[in-house]
């Protein structure tokens, strides 16, 4: 069984920051990737940045220059470091990772509980 649990959501005005974090926990023999979706009222699910264990970066167009990925490998946590955020942020955001839990090359995705963020004054 493997666990995503987000944090660091919150409300937070235009122009100003929030960083998330995600923590992987129970059987995780390797993981591949690991990322933020977000999906705002009436939208699709989209990504917003993913980094692989090869070190590979993905951002959505619109986020670039704005938010940063990073990985601390040993503790299997990514986090999502979002500045000079925009009301058009305001989602809630779900943590997605690729994992191989039992260590025979067969990965399976794993998606968060979701954490709110919201951009307004």
């Known amino acids: 069984q493997v666990q995503l649990v987000e944090s660091g959501g919150g409300l937070v005005q235009p122009g100003g920051s929030l960083r998330l974090s995600c923590a992987a926990s129970?059987?995780?023999?390797?993981?591949?990737?690991m990322g933020w979706f977000r999906q705002a009222p009436g939208n699709k699910r989209e990504l917003v940045a993913l980094?692989?264990?090869?070190?590979?970066?993905t951002y959505e167009d619109s986020v670039k220059g704005r938010f940063t990925i990073s990985r601390d490998n040993a503790k299997n946590t990514v986090y999502l470091q979002m500045n000079s955020l925009k009301p058009e942020d305001t989602a809630v955001y779900y943590c997605?990772?690729?994992?191989?839990?039992?260590?025979?090359?067969?990965?399976?995705?794993?998606w968060g509980q979701g954490t709110q963020v919201t951009v307004s004054s």
């Open positions: 129970g059987s995780i023999f390797r993981i591949n990737a």
């Open positions: 980094l692989t264990t090869g070190g590979t970066t």
């Open positions: 997605y990772s690729i994992i191989d839990s039992g260590g025979n090359n067969f990965y399976v995705p794993y």
